[in-house]
């Protein structure tokens, strides 16, 4: 799965306009958060995914993952011609499979929703789930969409009570292969992203607990988190998330 996160010949930047945009750093991310679903199957089953050997497949979805994540940075549609002739020129056939797959991955993995705008030309525009503007702020325009984590945080903090206490959501989130002072490939270091800039960004709270001796720390929504989605929201978006597909992925499964 190492051939994910070389570049692609002839595969211009959709972003290159827009602000720098550190298009090998999301090649190596993408790379190795795709390899990561090398052991697991597919999202959904049919006769040309068990046709196809694993490492095409994931080599596939790879490539158009890649393109579809440098659109999303640079807020550009895209149409089926352009991902057929762009990146699966040689692989028309299986666009079908690997389209589907891409976007239950970029949903889940990424927040990101792949919109069809024009059925009768088949174009799509690419944009975060539930209306979360977290990815907006991401530094110059470097690392990956983050809102499908942010959906998962704040649907965490609402099963275990709202406020949750720190340490049950270290817990869940270390059972899905995040862990406290270690780098995901993905997400960076959940402590920072979670009592830092989530909370700078008003997405989450992070509160001491009243009159804890030793003090005792909880996450609470955030009054941006109420502003732009709402709990009903995240609760209905993660009743409908297939749970087969959530087993492709292992930081999910839980």
Not at 21 to 37: D, K, M, N, Q
Not at 70 to 77: D, G, I, S, T, V
Request: glycine letters at 6%.
């Amino acid at each position: 799965m190492s051939e994910l996160s070389k570049p692609e010949e002839g595969l211009q930047d959709p972003g290159e306009d827009q602000g720098p945009v550190e298009v090998p750093l999301l090649e190596a991310e993408v790379g190795e958060s795709v390899s990561h679903l090398a052991s697991y199957p597919p999202a959904s089953s049919s006769a040309p995914v068990e046709a196809l050997p694993q490492e095409i497949l994931h080599r596939m979805i790879g490539k158009l993952m890649k393109f579809l994540l440098l659109k999303y940075r640079a807020k550009e549609q895209t149409s089926q011609a352009e991902m057929l002739n762009e990146v699966l020129r040689d692989n028309q056939e299986h666009f079908p499979v690997v389209f589907r797959e891409v976007s239950v991955c970029l949903q889940l993995l990424f927040g990101v929703d792949v919109k069809e705008v024009d059925p009768a030309e088949h174009t799509y525009i690419l944009v975060p789930i539930l209306g979360l503007t977290c990815d907006e702020m991401l530094s110059d325009g470097v690392g990956l969409p983050k809102a499908g984590y942010l959906v998962l945080v704040l649907s965490m903090i609402m099963r275990f009570g709202d406020p949750a206490p720190e340490e049950v959501v270290w817990g869940a989130l270390s059972k899905m292969g995040m862990y406290v002072g270690s780098e995901h490939c993905v997400f960076g270091e959940p402590r920072e992203l979670l009592t830092q800039v989530w909370v700078r960004e008003g997405y989450l709270r992070y509160e001491q607990v009243p009159d804890s001796h030793p003090a005792r720390y909880e996450f609470l929504w955030g009054p941006r988190a109420y502003v732009e989605t709402s709990k009903w929201q995240v609760m209905a978006f993660m009743l409908t998330v297939n749970p087969r597909a959530l087993r492709a992925f292992p930081f999910l499964s839980a």
